[in-house]
């Protein structure tokens, strides 16, 4: 959707180093999602921002949603061979209800 | 993911012919999706519900039909499938605080 920019649409890093994967909608949100996709796979669901400012965390992966709720990032602290796949972000604005995401972005984790 | 079951899994369809593909969900969600992925082109939103009884159609909506006659089913049909319709294609279903999808249907259209 052009509606949600994700960048960068690719990031090859070595294991052990951190990464930041960037999500920015053109409209304010509701909520925005992450999810990890493995190659022909289905999505998994890793977290929901919903507050302007708010911060989530699992295991070794954080997400930060921005005061006016148009940008997101993903960060991965010490990248791991298991945290390779597809990052999508997802969104709902907040006027429709429509979930649309972005491209996503590919990760590979060199070990 | 839990709680979101699609049937089936793969299909091979010839030209013409119908299918319909079922989502299911158990956690009384109200808002569910259907989305195809094709490389190069990310998650496209073909049609979403709202609730029980209401449909709506997303960004690529013509050659598809569904139907919500119960809150945990959606519906997809194809009533004469074209090759341009061969995809993956997912259903989601979301709530207030996650968002969860099923295991995907690849659909090819010889």
């Known amino acids: 959707s052009q509606e949600l920019e994700q960048s960068p649409q690719s990031l090859i890093v070595q294991e052990g180093k951190n990464l930041t994967i960037n999500c920015t909608s053109s409209?304010?949100?509701?909520?925005l999602y992450w999810y990890k996709q493995k190659y022909g796979e289905g999505l998994i669901f890793l977290m929901m921002?919903?507050?302007?400012?708010e911060e989530k965390s699992h295991e070794k992966i954080t997400a930060k949603l921005d005061e006016k709720k148009q940008q997101s990032s993903l960060h991965i602290t010490a990248s791991q061979p298991s945290h390779a796949g597809i990052y999508l972000c997802g969104a709902d604005p907040i006027t429709g209800n429509q979930f649309y995401f972005g491209t996503g972005t590919s990760l590979t984790v060199i070990p | 993911n839990a709680g979101v079951t699609q049937t089936p899994k793969f299909r091979v369809l010839k030209t013409g012919q119908s299918m319909t593909l079922l989502c299911a969900q158990d956690m009384n969600h109200e808002y569910m999706y259907w989305y195809r992925q094709d490389p190069g082109m990310g998650l496209r939103l073909i049609h979403y519900?709202?609730?029980?009884?209401?449909?709506a159609k997303g960004e690529v909506p013509d050659g598809y039909n569904v139907s919500r006659l119960k809150k945990q089913n959606f519906l997809l049909g194809l009533e004469s499938a074209a090759p341009s319709q061969t995809s993956v294609y997912f259903c989601?279903?979301?709530?207030?605080?996650?968002?969860?999808f099923g295991q995907g249907t690849r659909l090819t259209v010889v």
């Open positions: 921002l919903q507050k302007g400012g």
């Open positions: 519900s709202v609730g029980e009884g209401t449909t």
């Open positions: 409209k304010t949100l509701y909520g």
């Open positions: 989601a279903s979301r709530g207030v605080t996650e968002a969860f």
